[in-house]
């Protein structure tokens, strides 16, 4: 039975998680459960699911009380629940935001396998962070949808004989809406995602084509290559392909559901029962042309591959800084990749010396567009 860790049990991918580990509970087993903040939740669940131990990171949070009920299991709060991992398989990490570079680091000095599904982490630090797991000898397994369907497709041929990565995006809901459209854009409307159910900031940055600029940052580092493209593909079930130098073209496809690329990243080297149901072949597969006049921020991906050091994480830190100002209700949702644009473009690129750096830029570069836009 492999022993599983969730640090971030609570959120979306944790619960799905879980929900994946009940299903194939003779195979699996929800071991190590660690949140952010949400005490509650995570003691139904260890509960729920048997775990041996439990993590609180927020110790502002902490109340021994809350844990009365859980015998036997073992409880760690703040910077010692890293040191729940020992002993664990395969660590699925879903913590949100670049914030959390350093729990990564110190899990890939700790575990030998990662299901990683956070995205910024990769993008602002994806240099240091791959480095680091190549030198502690722990592999990394992504778990965003189109990343899992590259790695499933790596392996029908020899890294040197890969081409160009192909990522696919959905386009978004606004696909074909103008500049005078796209300006009238609420919050409430933004985060309503047409073939997926996500976390509102996802959401937003899938509406303008910002999630598919990093995502092509985040390839570039998981996979070691600047050769990232992506296709409009508004189906949402060709969810990668990788083009090899003969002209072969290998993809994965399946229903939109995160249960598979959660599967996979657990059950490897096996296969495992996800859940999701089989797909329906009585459906045309749909590309549409680029609209980079537009939705230009894939373009600005294509900046930070070439430039590398710091430039992902100005581009992450500016855009969040965005899209937060933009839910507030104090920018134009047209104004969201401009503003990511802007600070881009105008920044002195350096070279990314540590994740605390990282970190100290990213929130300097947020505080810096709050500053210049809320108001």
């Not at 990171?57 to 020992?86: C, H, I, M, P, Q």
């Not at 949100?96 to 910024?120: C, F, Y």
């Not at 997926?196 to 600029?213: L, Y």
């Not at 079930?237 to 399946?254: K, M, P, T, Y």
Request: hydrophobic content about 40%; some cysteine.
């Amino acid at each position: 039975m492999k022993k599983i860790g969730i640090f971030g049990c609570c959120g979306s991918i944790g619960t799905q998680a879980l929900e994946f580990i009940k299903s194939n509970s003779d195979d699996f087993k929800a071991d190590v459960l660690v949140t952010y903040s949400n005490v509650d939740m995570l003691v139904s669940q260890a509960a729920q699911f048997g775990s041996s131990k439990i993590g609180l990171l927020s110790e502002g949070e902490y109340r021994a009380d809350k844990f009365n009920g859980l015998n036997g299991v073992e409880v760690a709060v703040g910077k010692d629940t890293y040191e729940l991992f020992d002993d664990i398989d395969t660590v699925l990490f879903c913590a949100v935001g670049a914030s959390a570079l350093p729990a990564l680091w110190r899990l890939i000095e700790r575990v030998k396998r990662i299901a990683l599904a956070n995205k910024e982490c990769i993008v602002a630090a994806g240099e240091l962070i791959m480095a680091k797991a190549k030198m502690e000898g722990t592999e990394i397994i992504p778990v965003d949808s189109e990343h899992s369907a590259v790695w499933q497709c790596l392996r029908a041929g020899r890294k040197s004989d890969v081409k160009r990565i192909i990522l696919t995006a959905s386009g978004g809901r606004y696909y074909r809406a103008s500049i005078d459209e796209l300006d009238k854009i609420t919050p409430a409307e933004a985060v309503k995602h047409p073939n997926w159910k996500m976390g509102k900031k996802i959401s937003v940055d899938s509406a303008t084509m910002m999630n598919k600029a990093l995502e092509r940052i985040e390839a570039r580092w998981l996979f070691d290559t600047k050769e990232v493209d992506y296709v409009v593909h508004p189906d949402s079930v060709i969810h990668s392909l990788v083009e090899f130098n003969d002209g072969a073209i290998v993809a994965q496809l399946s229903e939109p559901d995160m249960r598979l690329p959660i599967s996979i990243a657990l059950a490897h080297p096996s296969r495992a029962h996800s859940g999701i149901k089989s797909f329906a072949f009585d459906r045309p597969l749909n590309f549409l042309p680029k609209r980079e006049d537009v939705f230009f921020a894939p373009e600005l991906a294509g900046y930070c591959i070439n430039k590398g050091g710091t430039s992902g994480i100005i581009l992450d830190a500016s855009n969040e800084a965005a899209v937060k100002l933009f839910m507030q209700g104090s920018i134009k949702f047209t104004q969201i990749c401009n503003i990511a644009r802007e600070e881009l473009y105008g920044a002195k690129i350096e070279e990314l010396r540590s994740i605390y750096d990282a970190i100290d830029l990213h929130n300097e570069i947020k505080n810096k567009v709050f500053a210049k836009y809320k108001g």
